[in-house]
């Protein structure tokens, strides 16, 4: 009963001047205390380790892998072939030659893998293909090799021409 009346007295007693307190609680901002104050802790939900998706996208990266390993092989048998096709047009001059080389020369474009030169080098062929040197001295065999070295010229700055 001491108790309960000791804080019913305390209650109704209202202190006048807490002294220091009160010139030190006058002093602090409300709002910067607020800003301070830490927001109610909660704890951060821990993601759990998915090892099967961890192992698939291993499994999916080397298949991928696989893949555009088997890419650049194809692509490079198709440049190899490409290139055969080229010097037996220069060594024929046959038309289909050159078609099969524009044809593999497309698809190696289209698979993301051009080819780094595509040209046509007839007259040094040409030039080499002779048994005796003194032949290629001649006039007429001169003229030819300048005709035939503009019509290479040509042919090389518009390659993809069907004329």
């Given at each position: 009963?001491?108790?309960?009346?000791?804080?019913g007295?305390?209650?109704?007693?209202?202190?006048?001047?807490?002294?220091?307190?009160?010139?030190?609680?006058?002093a602090v901002?409300?709002?910067?205390?607020?800003?301070?104050t830490?927001?109610?802790y909660t704890?951060?939900?821990?993601?759990?380790?998915d090892?099967a998706?961890?192992e698939?996208?291993?499994?999916l990266?080397?298949?991928?892998e696989?893949?555009?390993a088997?890419?650049?092989d194809?692509?490079?048998?198709?440049?190899?072939?490409m290139?055969i096709?080229?010097f037996?047009?220069a060594?024929?001059?046959?038309?289909?030659?050159m078609?099969?080389?524009?044809?593999?020369?497309?698809k190696?474009e289209?698979?993301g893998?051009?080819?780094?030169?595509?040209?046509?080098?007839v007259?040094?062929?040409?030039?080499k293909?002779?048994?005796?040197?003194?032949?290629?001295?001649?006039?007429?065999?001169?003229?030819?090799?300048?005709?035939l070295?503009v019509?290479?010229k040509?042919?090389?700055?518009?390659?993809?021409?069907s004329?």
């Amino acid at each position: 009963m001491k108790f309960t009346l000791l804080i019913g007295l305390a209650a109704a007693v209202q202190l006048e001047n807490a002294g220091i307190w009160d010139s030190i609680s006058g002093a602090v901002d409300a709002s910067a205390y607020t800003k301070e104050t830490p927001k109610e802790y909660t704890e951060k939900e821990v993601k759990k380790i998915d090892y099967a998706a961890i192992e698939r996208a291993k499994i999916l990266a080397e298949q991928k892998e696989a893949k555009k390993a088997e890419k650049a092989d194809a692509a490079k048998k198709d440049l190899e072939d490409m290139n055969i096709e080229l010097f037996t047009f220069a060594k024929t001059l046959k038309p289909s030659n050159m078609r099969k080389a524009l044809q593999i020369k497309e698809k190696l474009e289209n698979d993301g893998f051009p080819p780094q030169h595509f040209r046509v080098s007839v007259v040094s062929l040409f030039q080499k293909g002779f048994k005796h040197e003194a032949v290629k001295n001649y006039k007429f065999v001169k003229e030819s090799m300048e005709d035939l070295l503009v019509a290479e010229k040509n042919l090389n700055r518009n390659i993809d021409s069907s004329a």
